[in-house]
Structures are given as C-alpha cells and as structure tokens.
C-alpha cells in the first residue's frame, strides 16, 4: 500500500475509534482488541494500532504489556480538572469571537440555540446536551484562536462523557440555556468582556453541576 494510502487509513481509523469512544460506542474500560477493531470498522490491524496508539496520547485510551488497551475511563475528580482547565480557555474564546465572529456565524449561533430550546421542549435532554457541544465548538471557531481551539479540542476529547450527567442535574437544562443565551447576546454585540464573563458563569454552573453527579468514572 503506497505511504500516502496507509496514513489516509490510519486517519480513518482515527477518527473512527474516536467518535466511538466520545459517543459511548465504545464504553469505559472496554477493551480494544485490534483483530475485532479491524473486523468491525474494516480497516488493517496496523492502522488500528497506530491509531490506538494516537487515542492513548489523547488520554482516550490506556494499555499495559500483556493486557492490550482498553477505553481510559475519566474520575470525576479528573472531569472537574479538565473542566477548569477548559473554562480558562474557553472563557478566552468567547473574548475572541466577539471580537471576529462573522454575521454568518452569530446567525449559526443563534440556529443552535433555536435547535436546543427545541429539543428541551421536547424532554430531549441528551439531544439538547449534544447540541450544547455544537455551540461550543461553532463558538471556538469564530475565535479564530487556534492555540485555544487545539487545546479545548485535546480537553473536550478527555472530558465529553461528563456532559451527559450533567444534564440529569434537577433544573441544569434551563439554566444552560439562559446562559447560552447570554454568551450570544455579548458575541452578537461585540461586547468582549461580557461574553468572557457570560461564558465563565455558565462554565462554572456546568462545573457546580458536576460536583453534584454522584457515581463511578464518567
């Protein structure tokens, strides 16, 4: 296989495992086994192993000789971390987009958050949960700050599983959207400070809830 091919496989693989992983495909401490893996996704055991290996710098994955790998799973007190790591980042994003944002993007913005208060009218509150994350990331885009955008993509990576807790938190789900409202409103006014203080205080409702969720590794 030419070298240009097997990266291009190795890639798939990638994110393939990837997504698996964020979305609970694959589950905390489940193992990974390469002959199974390249069966399922079919794709070479090569780059099911070059990708695994990947997946085990993001902190997706762990293994041990003899043991083979497994799907890491994340501590609360390791989610809480991540967190405040990425409220930092985050709350400087929000800076940034409401300085660059494009009125297409505010526009997007403001569809999601549309989406959202759609599918908490429906109960739907996973679905409100992944659309959360787009809004976030749409948000990192119009930073254009890409040493934030690089950083909070390697945290999320680590801490996405918490989200979906979260949201079972009595009353969490309409505050969300209130403060996702708010951060839209400084963006769409090009208010900096207020964004970066719009998204610091729903980061840290996010976090507050977190440390209500009770349980094993997320």
Same mark, same amino acid.
């Given at each position: ?5 097997? #990266?291009? %496989? ?12 964020? #979305? ?12 199974? $893996? ?11 192993? #070059? +990708? $695994? ?8 994955? /762990? ?41 297409? %993007?505010? @526009?997007?913005?403001?569809? !999601?958050?549309?989406?959202? =208060? ?12 992944? &659309?959360?994350?787009?809004?976030? =990331? #749409? ?12 950083? !909070? /993509?390697? &945290?999320?990576?680590? *801490? ?10 009595? *009353? ?5 959207? %209130?403060?996702?409202?708010?951060? $839209?409103?400084?963006? @769409? ?10 998204? =610091?205080?729903?980061?840290? *409702?996010?976090?507050? +809830? ?9």
């Amino acid at each position: 296989m030419p070298a240009a091919d097997k #990266t291009t %496989e190795v890639q798939q693989a990638y994110h393939l495992l990837r997504e698996a992983i964020l #979305t609970g495909e694959l589950l905390p401490g489940q193992r990974l086994v390469e002959k199974d $893996l390249s069966e399922r996704f079919g794709l070479g055991r090569a780059a099911i192993r #070059t +990708a $695994l290996a990947k997946l085990e710098q993001d902190g997706l994955v /762990e293994s041990a000789p003899y043991r083979g790998a497994w799907v890491r799973a994340i501590s609360e007190e390791e989610a809480v971390e991540v967190l405040e790591a990425r409220m930092a980042l985050e709350c400087l994003a929000a800076r940034y987009a409401a300085r660059r944002a494009t009125p297409e %993007e505010v @526009a997007r913005l403001r569809e !999601i958050l549309a989406e959202m =208060r759609e599918r908490f009218a429906q109960g739907d509150l996973l679905g409100m949960s992944e &659309l959360n994350a787009a809004f976030h =990331r #749409t948000l990192v885009e119009a930073s254009r700050h890409q040493t934030a955008k690089r950083l !909070i /993509e390697a &945290l999320r990576a680590q *801490g996405v599983r918490h989200q979906y807790r979260t949201v079972l938190v009595p *009353g969490r789900s309409q505050r969300s959207l %209130e403060e996702h409202a708010r951060i $839209l409103e400084a963006v @769409a006014a090009r208010n900096e400070e207020g964004a970066e203080r719009a998204m =610091r205080e729903h980061l840290e *409702g996010v976090l507050a +809830a977190l440390r209500q969720v009770k349980g094993g590794p997320l």
